[in-house]
């Protein structure tokens, strides 16, 4: 799935590019977009998802303006978790990779439960081949 964000002038350092904690508010964008942005939730209910992990690998520097395009892909699927892989585009040049580890949790007990079998359905179809 891809998503777009804009690139705003607040959005730079002193060096005058990007700044690095804004690429993981670009990656939530693609996440947030991959995980509720449809017309029903997947979610089991009294529950939620925490990231676990967050990994970001910087390509190449952003500058402003411009916009950005998020890739998502489900990567791997687990008992009570899954990996989404990311990929962030500058200009048709990628400018940054991410992999997160997203748990599902229980919203009373805040601990780890399994992935409802509804849920890897649906996260199956967008996983890589």
């Known amino acids: 799935m891809r998503t777009t964000d804009l ?40 529950t939620m998802l925490v990231i676990a992990r967050l990994v970001i690998d910087f390509r190449s520097e952003l500058n402003w303006p411009g916009k950005v395009e998020i890739g998502t892909r489900v990567e791997g699927i687990s008992n009570r978790s899954f990996t989404l892989a990311q990929a962030l585009f500058h200009n048709g040049k990628c400018a940054a990779t991410s992999e997160s580890t997203i748990v599902l949790i229980d919203e009373t007990t805040r601990r780890s439960t399994p ?5 890897v359905n649906a996260l199956a179809q967008w996983r890589k081949s």
Do not use: K, M
């Open 7 to 46: 690139i705003r002038y607040g959005d730079t350092d002193r060096q005058g590019h990007v700044n690095n904690a804004v690429f993981a508010t670009f990656f939530e964008t693609g996440r947030v977009t991959f995980l509720f942005d449809r017309n029903s939730s997947i979610l089991p209910e009294g």
């Open 115 to 119: 992935l409802t079998e509804e849920l």
